[in-house]
């Protein structure tokens, strides 16, 4: 089955939903009956403690220390996977459902302009983003053809975690890459190239991220390719040169995959985030988030 066959053709009671068409899938989003709406994290339930076992600096790693990390992350990722294949597909569409609500329907996500998000995979079992998706695609102009929101979505390049993030303007822009996974083409409908987020001429507002587990200190586990580390750690040292202000980096999580505080193993080359969403509501955990978010 092709990756847009996979991406939308539903049925409820299956593992996974399968889509017939993904511009079927984002047209009719907005028809999903909406669900009761879960409480955002009050700031007193959120760990004051930042992440601060992060370093960011060209400091050497003992290469022990390293292996032992990787180590606990294979161990960590198996557990999340049999978890998530495990999980209940009534809960897995009701979490989808409450966590793009909440994204929906934040001042956070309202007042982003400019938006970095991830194209939804099934086989991944990764939060839908489908809805998130048709919202910023059907708000790009106003009534007087101003642009309100760009959206930017993954392609990558190869297998030594390199990714861009590529503007795309309908859904129509992605095609299946070899791995069956939706990104978007280099060449538009008109044969003009995608725009590169890193050759935009405004600064990201808000990323929209993936990942396998998380902790509420930004811990954020991935699926050992480092695509979006190496890209996140690239673009936020683009946005300090050009003395913007850096993105908000926010995950989107099912509930059983948050881990204790602090249990995520992590390197100097993780990037940790600023907020997760997951069921129960928004969670800030970095001063930005904090900000951004009151």
């Known amino acids: 089955m092709s990756a847009i066959a996979s991406y939308q053709n539903c049925s409820g009671q299956s593992m996974f939903r399968h889509c017939k ?25 959120v760990s004051s403690n930042v992440r601060t076992n992060i370093v960011m600096n060209n400091d050497v790693v003992d290469p022990h220390q390293l292996e032992a990390i990787f180590q606990k992350k294979l161990a960590l990722r198996s557990k999340i996977r049999k978890e998530l294949k495990n999980m209940d597909p009534i809960q897995r569409s009701q979490e989808d459902t409450a966590i793009q609500d909440i994204v929906l329907e934040s001042s956070w996500f309202k007042a982003s302009r400019n938006i970095c998000a991830y194209i939804s995979c ?33 392609r990558v390049e190869d297998k030594n975690s390199n990714m861009r993030m590529l503007k795309i303007s309908a859904v129509k822009d992605l095609v299946a ?35 396998l587990a998380f902790d509420r200190s930004g811990g954020r586990l991935g699926r050992g390719g480092g695509y979006y580390d190496v890209f996140l750690k690239k673009y936020q040292k683009l946005a300090q040169e050009q003395k913007w202000k850096q993105p908000l980096l926010v995950a989107l ?28 509501g928004f969670i800030p955990i970095s001063p930005v988030a904090i900000e951004r978010c009151d």
């Open 177 to 211: 890459n070899s791995m069956n996974i939706l990104e978007p083409s280099l060449l538009d409908s008109d044969g003009n190239q995608h725009e590169d987020v890193m050759q935009a001429s405004e600064p990201v507002d808000l990323f929209i991220l993936p990942g």
């Open 122 to 154: 099934a086989s991944l079992r990764e939060v839908d983003t489908s809805r998130i998706v048709s919202e910023i695609l059907s708000n790009q102009t106003d009534g007087n053809g101003r642009m309100r929101k760009k959206l930017y979505v993954p």
């Open 21 to 45: 068409t993904t511009a079927r899938l984002i047209r009719n989003a907005k028809e999903i009956a909406p669900v009761t709406h879960l409480p955002t994290t009050p700031l007193s339930a």
């Open 253 to 280: 999580l099912y509930s059983l995959q948050v881990v204790d505080e602090e249990s995520i193993p992590v390197t100097p080359y993780d990037v940790p985030v600023d907020a997760l969403v997951s069921p129960r």
